[in-house]
Each structure stands twice: as structure tokens, then as C-alpha cells.
């Protein structure tokens, strides 16, 4: 049950909803090839500051999305509280 899952802290969906697209795939080999190139070009502790870099993106991004699904989910919410509440909704009493 959602509600059941909500409370036990299951739905987390930045964690547990990926991306299957074969775009996604290959961006990610991409990134992956690119950290181990430069892993073997950078001194460890320039390697060091290029992964603080782009955790720093990680978590832009994620604070990105986040606002953008809140956004989203209350407009959605606000969108079904004004169709329930319109004339043109069949009220039964």
C-alpha cells in the first residue's frame, strides 16, 4: 500500500528510480571513461578536487529536481482540488 510505503520510508525515488534509456546508458559510460581518464592524468589531489566538483553538480542537480517535483506534485494537487470543486464535476449528495 503508497501510504504504508510512504511511512516506512520505501519511496525515494532520486535512489530508486533510474533511467533506462540506451541515452542515459551511454551518457553515464561517458562519464565513467572520461573520471578514469583524467583518474590517470590529475595528481590525486587535483582528481580529488574534480570528484568535489562534480558531487557538487550531483547535488545541484538533485536540489534542482527536487524543487522542480514539488513544484510539480503541488500543482497537480492544487490542479484536482479546482476540477473537484468545479460546477462541471458531478457532485453526488
Same mark, same amino acid.
Given at each position: 500500500?503508497?501510504?504504508?510505503?510512504?511511512f516506512?520510508? =520505501?519511496? &525515494? %525515488?532520486? @535512489?530508486?528510480?533510474?533511467?533506462?534509456?540506451? !541515452? +542515459? #546508458?551511454?551518457?553515464?559510460?561517458?562519464?565513467?571513461?572520461?573520471?578514469?581518464?583524467?583518474?590517470?592524468?590529475?595528481?590525486?589531489?587535483d582528481?580529488?578536487?574534480l570528484?568535489?566538483?562534480? =558531487?557538487? &553538480? %550531483?547535488? @545541484?542537480?538533485?536540489?534542482?529536481?527536487?524543487? !522542480? +517535483? #514539488?513544484?510539480?506534485?503541488?500543482?497537480?494537487?492544487?490542479?484536482?482540488?479546482?476540477?473537484?470543486?468545479?460546477?462541471?464535476?458531478?457532485?453526488?449528495?
Open positions: 500500500m503508497l501510504l504504508e510505503a510512504l516506512n520510508g =520505501d519511496i &525515494y %525515488a532520486s @535512489e530508486n528510480v533510474v533511467p533506462k534509456s540506451e !541515452q +542515459f #546508458k551511454e551518457t553515464s559510460a561517458h562519464i565513467s571513461e572520461t573520471m578514469t581518464y583524467f583518474e590517470g592524468k590529475l595528481s590525486p589531489e582528481y580529488a578536487m570528484e568535489k566538483l562534480c =558531487d557538487s &553538480y %550531483a547535488d @545541484e542537480g538533485n536540489m534542482t529536481n527536487e524543487c !522542480q +517535483f #514539488k513544484y510539480g506534485f503541488t500543482m497537480g494537487v492544487l490542479l484536482m482540488c479546482e476540477i473537484f470543486h468545479s460546477p462541471f464535476f458531478p457532485h453526488t449528495e
